[in-house]
Nanobody, 119 residues
């Protein structure tokens, strides 16, 4: 069984920073693409950052230049550094991981961590 455990969410004032972490554990044979998504109040889940196994990153325009995704393959952990936060960044942040476990290729999701940015 594979688990993704997120941490690092919280309450921050506009202009502040937070760093999210997502650690994968369990019977993992290989980790491929990883990403962070968020669900704002009354909004659909949207991609905020992605990173391939080779370290290639992508961001939507809404967070480009403010968010940075990175990964530590030795620790099976992906990070999201969020700077210059805005109230519209408020939401539940989820990490996802494409990986190979005992059943083959699968996509796993974390349980989510709340980020609240006050104005």
């Amino acid at each position: 069984q594979v688990q993704l455990v997120e941490s690092g969410g919280g309450l921050v004032q506009a202009g502040g920073s937070l760093r999210l972490s997502c650690a994968a554990s369990g019977s993992i044979f290989s980790l491929d693409d990883r990403a962070w998504y968020r669900e704002g109040p009354g909004k659909q889940r949207e991609l905020v950052a992605g990173i391939t196994s080779d370290g290639i990153t992508n961001y939507p325009d809404s967070v480009k230049g403010r968010f940075t995704i990175s990964r530590d393959n030795a620790k099976n952990t992906v990070y999201l550094q969020m700077d210059s936060l805005k109230p519209e960044d408020t939401g539940i942040y989820y990490c996802s991981s494409n990986l190979v476990d005992g059943s083959g290729w699968r996509i796993y999701w974390g349980q989510g961590t709340q980020v609240t940015v006050s104005s």
